[in-house]
């Protein structure tokens, strides 16, 4: 009888693009640093091969990282894998391939010899390149085969009877975890088990994912290898190969060579598209929607803090805070774009100006073209031309001021409810203003609505930030230093007064700093905080180059944040406001601030002199 070799129909894959797109998002939300190999499955359409193929594709996406989403069925078998995503390109490179081979195939023959249907499995090694978006991978389904052993073809192929094929698909059916059964002398299909007496065997019935012919799948050399451990006295027997597509199931006739059970040979590594044993790499920069690439990438070097230095960093909760900035001059824009860098995706600007000839240089996010247009509304609009998916509003809003009487009731009230609505709907309001009378009332607002409040403030050379303090805290507010309530300041100004004097680089420290010191305080747990301290106050001077800390308890005759001022706004609301944009004694006479100036008036000093620190002083002395 003619005897000839078998050849077998080598393993393809197929990996979705969603497959890179997971691990990328694992590797740097999960893994990090780890090159712990993880546990990844697949699924073989055994009913849908293409005409063009080969054979059954191996089908590898983002449902591959969880086996729950992949349900099995007698025409679609899960199969699980290993995933090995080293941390450099060169480590890949370097990687022995033939050892990784060797040791994943002894692996999967140890599981084996226990249980023949898990002869079968595969292996990925990968780099994925997250800045470039470019991934490297190299797809193994390891076979193995005794060194000196041949498998010959006595007879076949030749097609399974009409009435066996039916048989034996529903014995798939009801086993459609199994791979492999044991067709006895009598017809009968058994599942696979050792033991049994060889001359009662006449061959094996195996799942097949060739779509050749004449050519079975590369799997065969693996349960042959097992069935001749199990059942060395066996050197001749029938193989049903069971298929789903429109190709037909077959029946080879084969012969094992008399041999010793020496070392085991590995081979297994996927073929390139042109038929090289050599990795692939693709790049989905251009084949990913850029948006979902921009989404991705915006935050790579915040997720990359995580893997060594930060591990312990909640970016998610910078994410999703509502920040609401009040003021989109020169502070605002630079806190817009460091908020934004920090991962920050839900910003309110609100300002009641237009863009002037002399932003531009100075306010990072107008250009010339912007001038003339409202303030708020063109800087969202940058930002959103920045990054397209972060959700930036602007809104043109008057804010109500202490100490300029209401002249448009109606109007001014509209205003006001305005920003009562919007400091409500946000979690965070940066006070970034111009004057301290347009600060009063949203600090008010921000106290009694127990929201997180940063301030910033400028003066020529130096600045101050500031985190008020909550209902939880007993730290100060902005105005708790003051001992006159906030008057109008905007009339009758010069034109340096007018606009902001200050050194260019000012701004920039302020606003970094007061953004730091907001992420800082998202980070606060308890006693501990992963970034660092987290202090009340930052004053910087930039004439000397000097940074203070401070901090300062809450004032109980503060004419913003104290419990006389939060009680009356409690009562009557757009009411207390009007009457305290009126009335300018108001204020100072609720707060408690009238009765203490007339008793440091009336007081009689002995040996020294009280020095009454004005308001409206930007050198910010210390007291």
């Known amino acids: 009888?003619?005897?000839?070799?078998?050849?077998?129909?080598?393993?393809?894959?197929?990996?979705?693009?969603?497959?890179?797109?997971?691990?990328?998002?694992?590797?740097?939300?999960?893994?990090?640093?780890?090159?712990?190999?993880?546990?990844?499955?697949?699924?073989?359409?055994?009913?849908?091969?293409?005409?063009?193929?080969?054979?059954?594709?191996?089908f590898l996406d983002q449902q591959s990282f969880n086996s729950e989403d992949i349900c099995a069925s007698s025409e679609r078998v899960r199969l699980e894998g290993k995933l090995y995503n080293c941390n450099s390109l060169e480590e890949f490179k370097s990687l022995d391939k033939q050892q990784y081979l060797a040791e994943q195939g002894q692996k999967i023959y140890t599981k084996a010899l226990e249980d023949i249907n898990s002869a079968i499995g595969f292996s990925i090694i990968s780099f994925a390149d997250l800045k470039k978006y470019v991934f490297y991978y190299w797809v193994c389904t390891p076979l193995f085969q005794h060194e000196n052993q041949q498998i010959s073809i006595l007879d076949g192929p030749e097609d399974i009877d009409a009435s066996f094929n039916d048989k034996a698909k529903v014995w798939f059916t009801n086993h459609y975890s199994n791979w492999v059964a044991i067709v006895l002398e009598?017809?009968?299909?058994?599942?696979?088990?050792?033991?049994?007496?060889?001359?009662?065997?006449?061959?094996?019935?195996?799942?097949?994912?060739?779509?050749?012919?004449?050519m079975p799948s590369a799997f065969l050399r693996n349960f042959i290898t097992i069935f001749s451990l199990d059942y060395p006295e066996a050197k001749e027997l029938d193989?049903?190969?069971?298929?789903?597509?429109?190709?037909?199931?077959?029946?080879?006739?084969?012969?094992?060579?008399?041999?010793?059970?020496?070392?085991?040979?590995?081979?297994?590594?996927?073929?390139?598209?042109?038929?090289?044993?050599?990795?692939?790499?693709?790049?989905?920069?251009?084949?990913?929607?850029?948006?979902?690439?921009?989404?991705?990438?915006v935050d790579l070097n915040l997720k990359l803090m995580k893997w060594r230095i930060a591990p312990e960093l909640d970016l998610d909760c910078i994410r999703n805070n509502k920040v609401l900035i009040l003021g989109s001059g020169t502070l605002g824009c630079y806190t817009a774009r460091s908020l934004m860098a920090w991962g920050c995706r839900n910003i309110t600007l609100v300002d009641n100006g237009r863009v002037s000839y002399s932003n531009p240089v100075r306010q990072p996010l107008f250009e010339f073209s912007d001038v003339g247009k409202e303030k708020a509304v063109a800087a969202a609009a940058s930002l959103k031309r920045v990054f397209p998916l972060i959700n930036a509003k602007g809104v043109q809003l008057d804010i109500p001021m202490i100490g300029h009487p209401v002249k448009d009731e109606n109007n001014e009230r509209k205003h006001f409810d305005a920003l009562v609505d919007l400091i409500k709907s946000h979690d965070t309001m940066f006070l970034l203003l111009d004057s301290r009378e347009t600060r009063w009332l949203p600090t008010l607002l921000g106290k009694f609505y127990d929201k997180i409040v940063m301030n910033a403030a400028l003066g020529f050379d130096s600045y101050l930030i500031m985190k008020h303090g909550n209902i939880d805290d007993n730290f100060g507010c902005y105005f708790c230093n003051d001992v006159v309530v906030p008057t109008d300041s905007l009339t009758g100004r010069t034109l340096d007064q007018m606009c902001t004097v200050t050194r260019p680089g000012v701004a920039m420290l302020a606003a970094s700093q007061a953004v730091e010191l907001f992420v800082s305080n998202l980070q606060s747990r308890g006693q501990e905080n992963v970034l660092g301290e987290c202090p009340h106050q930052i004053r910087g001077f930039v004439n000397n180059f000097t940074t203070l800390k401070l901090q300062s308890p809450a004032y109980d005759n503060c004419s913003a944040c104290s419990r006389h001022i939060l009680n009356e706004y409690n009562k009557r609301g757009w009411d207390f406001v009007k009457q305290a944009l009126n009335d300018n004694n108001y204020i100072e006479e609720l707060s408690g601030l009238r009765r203490i100036k007339e008793e440091v008036e009336n007081m009689e000093l002995e040996g020294g002199e009280i020095k009454i620190i004005d308001s409206e002083d930007d050198g910010f002395e210390i007291i």
């Open 1 to 58: 009888m003619t005897q000839k070799l078998l050849y077998v129909s080598p393993v393809e894959s197929f990996v979705d693009t969603s497959f890179f797109q997971e691990l990328s998002r694992l590797k740097l939300d999960i893994h990090g640093l780890s090159t712990s190999q993880i546990t990844i499955h697949s699924y073989l359409d055994l009913k849908n091969i293409p005409s063009v193929s080969s054979a059954c594709h191996l």
């Open 186 to 214: 009598n017809g009968d299909i058994n599942e696979y088990t050792k033991g049994l007496n060889t001359s009662s065997i006449r061959g094996l019935l195996i799942r097949d994912t060739s779509n050749k012919q004449d």
């Open 239 to 297: 193989v049903f190969l069971m298929r789903s597509s429109t190709i037909k199931s077959i029946k080879l006739r084969i012969r094992l060579s008399e041999t010793e059970h020496t070392k085991l040979k590995f081979s297994g590594w996927e073929r390139n598209s042109l038929s090289k044993l050599m990795p692939r790499a693709v790049d989905l920069s251009a084949l990913i929607d850029p948006l979902k690439v921009a989404e991705q990438s």
